[in-house]
């Protein structure tokens, strides 16, 4: 197959690729460690040419979208967000385009444009009468998704992209109206290595142990806040009535069950899980204790979404 | 005047002691920098001895009355928790005494209990029926507090602690019934320290904002979850809608906000904070927003506590 797109995701802590056909099929992936928080702010195209050099001398002038931190002020150049509500056809007429040396380089490279949005904030306060949120990478995974099982078409819908900082995505027919991001992945980590609780809980990984972790989803749901529920890791230790081996799924099931109690889902609400295997099946199994239904288009849908921008490009 | 009582308060980070005239009067204080983490388990007697020796020579048959951590597992001697509801007697009357060389030891050395309470956890689950929680050192300042504002036959007042581990405590007609542990301080240090967030915040202590604290408890009381509200200290500063050095208060009061929110607080109901000067202030603010009032009997309260219990010694 000829390569019709370079396909990158160039996120915080990791750079993944695809070489993609122009009907989207995958021709050949590369990761790297190289996150751009590991990248001097002057040494982006040097990263880039050291990854994906021989791809480009193989195929002159092939196209190149770029999506998520690579975008932003600590990226290789900043894509301004586009603000919601924002359809696919918005993402795919801002793209970022780069200005290269030489000028005679045929290929041409854009960044996807993230997305921002405003909840309601304090009443009668013009500097935080709105808060402002932020996403870069995810807008492209969830058009993407919508293309994959596609829910173009669906008037209501919530996707969740579990994570560092997971987002919670409100789309109607197509459209991102407003979305959400929660602290969950990063206030585990820092629970489970900084907190007191580092030294209630055993030193390595524990196997996942799905009843504790439901357990730890049932009380958060219960609960008002993770700030009380996790000091419950350490007092059921204390009392022997976890094994030790059962407390980081707990932990872990307190919370992402916190993520899922601050939610408004209706008990008919269908949820678009956009994750790794082991973190949609979490999810999934907090989803049910909501009772709550849920599919997954599986982890390919960044380059569902890079290979459909492109082929706007290429009417 | 004579020394009738040497009072310590060992905690987890700090070790403060106080030698107290019959009638609870501060004769003399010292503390170190010997909280029980800083100690080895067979240290305990080596430190005792370094930082109290010459008062206990002088003293011959000084009582010494220890609370906190130093009751712990990883203390000096474990005393078993006492059951909620407990009031004053219940505590004095199971000090858990000190066995030691040599035998002709004349002066006497006891650490008060701590409190054990049981929430309600899981419908129909034997392990996690109900959800432990633990104190050290909170009860004596709770029992001091009631004494030093003559609080004793209030039917039912609140009290907080506030703190790296925030007590909450349900007090009726002088014993606590209830109690609550949030993660409070622990979690604003992980996240001004360790999260994305100390990467935003300015790397120095900002001088404490008024105005954007406040702005953080509203935005806390009206959210659902901390997950998600501290996160807007990113974007607020992102947008430059909340001056960099304004953050770290906004920061703590959402923190603050969060803990007030959990609670389930009448508007007439008034709250005893116990702690230093700063943070009794910066609670006062955050109450103030809920509409509640709020008492502070200052810091000896600890010092009251354990005068009384000396006090049911030396009849």
Not at 135 to 161: H, I, K, N, S, W
Not at 207 to 212: D, G, H, Q, R, S
């Amino acid at each position: 197959m000829k390569p019709a797109l370079l396909a990158i995701d160039w996120g915080t802590s990791s750079l993944r690729s695809a070489l993609l056909a122009a009907d989207g099929a995958v021709i050949e992936e590369r990761a790297f460690p190289r996150g751009i928080l590991t990248v001097p702010s002057d040494g982006f195209a040097t990263v880039f040419d050291e990854c994906f050099g021989d791809w480009r001398a193989a195929n002159p002038g092939l196209l190149c979208l770029m999506a998520g931190m690579v975008g932003s002020r600590q990226g290789w150049q900043e894509a301004a967000y586009c603000a919601c509500p924002a359809g696919f056809t918005d993402i795919a007429g801002q793209l970022s385009w780069m200005a290269l040396e030489p000028a005679s380089e045929a290929s041409r490279i854009a960044i996807v444009p993230g997305l921002s949005c405003e909840r309601k904030g304090l009443e009668g306060d013009s500097a935080l009468a709105t808060l402002p949120d932020v996403m870069r990478g995810e807008e492209t995974q969830v058009f993407g998704a919508l293309q994959t099982l596609q829910l173009q078409d669906v008037p209501d819908l919530v996707l969740v992209l579990p994570g560092t900082h997971s987002k919670w995505i409100r789309v109607e027919t197509g459209r991102i109206t407003s979305f959400t991001t929660f602290m969950t992945g990063e206030s585990y980590a820092l629970l489970r290595q900084h907190s007191i609780l580092a030294r209630t809980l055993p030193a390595g990984d524990s196997p996942f142990n799905e009843a504790a972790f439901v357990q730890g989803v049932q009380i958060a749901l219960r609960g008002t806040s993770l700030l009380q529920t996790a000091f419950s890791v350490r007092t059921l230790a204390l009392f022997d009535r976890l094994s030790p081996e059962a407390l980081e799924s707990y932990l872990s099931g307190l919370v992402i069950g916190e993520e899922l109690r601050a939610q408004s889902l209706d008990a008919n609400q269908r949820v678009v899980i956009i994750a790794n295997d082991a973190l949609t099946q979490r999810y999934q199994f907090a989803l049910v204790e909501c009772g709550i239904a849920c599919d997954s288009p599986g982890a390919q849908v960044t380059w569902a979404g890079l290979s459909a921008i492109a082929q706007t490009l290429h009417p």
